[in-house]
Every structure is written in C-alpha cells, then in structure tokens.
C-alpha cells in the first residue's frame, strides 16, 4: 500500500462525492415533472412517446398496478431477448456469421439483461451478432437500469407522500429515466469512450498479421454505444469476453477513471434525490455515509489483501504485491478499487480477474454482494435495498427505547417489517441454496477449474454474482452448462423481482399513511448514531448470515496460503 495508491482513492471518492448534488437535483426535477434545461428539447419528444403508447402522464397507479406493469414490461423484454438469440443467425447485421444461441444459454442470457446482471456464460465477441448486441443487449440495458431508478423513486414516493393511494405511473418514470438521465449522459460518454480508443463500426472484424506471421482476426463493432450504459447502469456485461480488462473496452487510466464514476454516478445521487424529495437532504447525506463507511472498509481490506500478496511468493523474494490477472496498465491499487467498485454498486465489469485475487482480496467483493448490493448498489437497486436494511434498524431502535418506530415521519410497522425481512431474506436463499445442491452434484463440481476451497468459492461466487444481479464471476466456473444456465436464471429471476414485490408493498403502506411530526421522542436519523446503527444491523444480519460459507470458502484458503498450501 502507498500514499499515492491512497491519493487515487481519495480523489475517486471526491469526484464520486461532487457529483452527488448537482445530479441529485437534476433527476428530483425530472421525476416531479417540472421543467429542466433539457425540457425544451425532450418534452416533445416525451409527449409524442405517450401519445404513441397511448399513456395518460397525468393519471397516476396504485402501488399494485405499477408492479404489474413493470412485470409485463420485462416479460416482454425477456420473449423478445430470447427470441432474437435464437434467430440471429438468420436476421441482418451478423458479419461473422454467428449461429443461433443455444436454447438454455439464451434463457440464461436473457433472464440475465432483463433482470440488470449481465452475468455472461458466453464469450460477446464469439457468440453474439451487432444486431443482438444493439437491438437486445444494449436495449436491455438501457430499460433494465430505468426500471432499476423508477423502482427507487416509487419507494421514495412512499416516505415523501402522505395519505396518498397512488406512487407514480411506471411508463411515465421509466420513460423519464431513459430519455432524460440515461440517453443525455451515454451520449457524449460513448463519445468520449470513442475519443479513448474503443471501437464503434458495423464493419466485420479485422484480419492482422502478427510478428510471427500468423493471422489473427480481431473482433471490433459497436462496442462503445453499449460499454457506455453498462456501466452508467450498472449493467456490467462486455461487449468482448475479457470485459473492462480488454484494451477495445478500457483502453486508458483515464477511461478506466471516468468508467469507475458512471458507475457509482447515479446511485449515489438517488440518495441525493431521497433527501430533496422527503424534505430534508441531510437524510440523503446519512444515506450515503453509510454507503461510504462501508465502502471505504471494503476498498481498505481488498487493497491492502492484494498489496501483500501471496506468502508462498514473498518467501521467494518476489515481492510487489499481487499482479495475477491483472493488467499492469490499471496496476494493483485501481484494480482492487475497481473490483470494490463493480460489487459495491451491482455493475458485474471487471478490469481484472477476481479468481487471480488473493483469498481476502476476492472475498470482499463477495461480501459486498452478499449484504444484497447496497453499497450504492445498482442504479435504483441500491437505494430500496438500502432503505430496507434502515427499516429494520429503525425497527431495532423501536424495540431498544420501548416506541413504535419512526422514519422520516412514516411509523414503521409490522407489515413493513415483514416485507423489509422478506425481501432480504430471500437472497440468502438462493446464494447458498444452490451453491449447497452444486458442491454435492457430480456435474457441477466437474465445471470447477480448482480444487478445495477456491473450488468452492468459485461456485458461491457465482450464485451470489448472479442473485444479486451483479454479473462479475470468479472466472474459473465453467458456467455455460444446462445446470449453471437454468439454476442461475433462476437465482437472477428470484434476485431482482421477489426483492422488488416486498418493496413496492411497503412503498404503497408508506404512501398511504399520514406523516407524523418529529418529536422529543423521534429516533435522529441525521447523525453519527443513525450511521452506526444501520451498518451495524447490516453487518450483523451478513455476519450471521455468511460467515459459515465464508469460512469454507476464501477463509479457509487464506488459513491454508499461511501454511504454503495453494490452490
């Protein structure tokens, strides 16, 4: 570790911090309707969708009604997904002749960008045609991240109304967050990527002779159009099979830098958002301090595990850290910030290996996921997985001062609280459910690159990647089988939507509830106290919850480096 691997992650947090307000502001304008420096242009354009869609803006929907919605939206995103996998090798834009996808692979695939995991047991440049990477991925990208954002803000709509029996309109939201967050940023950042040296053609893929004189065909095509939203929404899945660490996808420090802001950009404004919306933004600041605590102690730990390295090369005199799987053009301090980064926030890109990681160093992304992505947490995702980790903690405070609890004037009661413990409680299920059926099945445990706990954490890895809707992987899994296909489309399916249904409930029993006036009695929720309470219940729940998996997995291996015992 050095001062000047500090000095980059200070400065990471700083920009992080400094966008916060301006873009917290801009996004509580879109989402009340009222007028921003872009209405001029898209308000036409946002009133012509309507009438195309035949949507009244005006008329609003029960909590309910919305979740249907969504529901029938991502149905249809999925049919079609899935549809155009299997017949790319017939339609247009497919120079390298790509064939049909397979069908348990394509339902993998497509459950995964539906749901905004972006897990990939497929290699982008060998598998998928320009078209499907345009017309079905990059699409799924934009519309699973604004699904993400109007699912947040339907949950901040609950704690800001009073008496109210609707939330908001899901097409009019998710039209919002697409035409007025998302496109306005992915433009000119595409751009940038451009300017950086990612690709952006439909021609086919380039012959080159190498020094050797062998030939070799380098895959190029409309990469940085998709890279841009993957990481603005925090899609994570690559337009090549190396992903970020492909010089076509993060070809510089500095588009790795801008690349690690996107992804944190918008779901540490929503907490922004939150404040301004609930009519206090000290509650978004406290939002964010929790996110911040935990953030910091995730990149201090995957720092110093990767700075140390591996024992068993120390004692050779091979010092310097761990450089396994990682490109010496990121190095070890923005490596390891970037895999904190990609997991804190449910983005799945990675500009190094995480199965090259050190014991620790590769357990702390796994934990980040583990707590259920809300450390920022995917666009949206993060805010409403946050929000029901402080319902639980505003709970335990109830229960430790003998009052109903309170949070930002909506009394928290029993239906909440078990919508809130629901919806957390299920993600555990799947991650080490099906991790416990995989270590035990003969054909699972045959896609395991590595023996021993690796082994092991490998697969635990891969059903928390995917329940989370993260999408980043230990790369030694050989995932692309019909058990790891169907079982992780069912983790992902289970992950997103049965961890949005408890929060929609619990945003239409805050809507509709009155607000009660703070009083000598109230809980704070503004100050040092309500930091610490809120990571404490977070760490508490995950402790409890995770630590026997971690001991079998990255701890026990961690134990075995200490003794010169590798895998």
Known sequence: MTVVGWIQILVYCALVAALVKPLGAYMTRVFNGEVSFLSHILRPLEAGLYRLGGIDANREQH????????????AIGFVSLYALMRLQAVLPLNPAGQGAVAPDLAFNTAVSF?????????????????LTQMVGLTVQNFV????????AVVLIRGFARASAATVGNFWVDITRATLYILLPICIP???????????????PYVEATTLEGAKQSLAVGPAASQIAIKMLGTN??????ANAAHPFENPTALSNLVQMLSIFAIGAALTNVFGRMVGNERQGWAILAVMGVLFL???AAAYWAEASGNDAFTALGLSGGNMEGKEVRFGIVASALFAVVTTAASCGAVNAMHDSFTALGGMIPLINMQLGEIIVGGVGAGLYGMLLFIIIAMFVAGLMVGRTPEYVGKKIEAKEVKMAMLAILVLPLMYLGWTAAAVVMPSAVASMANAGPHGFSEVLYAYTSQTANNGSAFGGLTGNTLWYNTTGAIAMLVGRFLMIMPAMAIAGSLAAKKTVPASSGTFPTTGGLFVGL???????V???TFFPALALGPIAEHLAMLRAQNF
């Open 542 to 544: 995950g402790g409890l």
């Open 63 to 74: 909590w309910l009604t919305y979740t249907v919605a969504m529901l029938l939206f991502n």
């Open 189 to 203: 950042f595409a751009l940038f990527l451009v300017w950086q040296g990612v690709p952006q053609t439909l021609g």
């Open 144 to 151: 699973s991240a604004a699904t993400g954002i109007a699912l």
């Open 236 to 241: 994570g899945g690559g337009f090549f099979n």
């Open 114 to 130: 539906v749901t905004n995991t972006n897990w990939q047991n497929y290699g982008g440049e060998s598998t998928m045609s320009y």
């Open 534 to 540: 809120v990571i404490g219940v977070i760490l508490i």
């Open 297 to 299: 102690a995730g990149v």
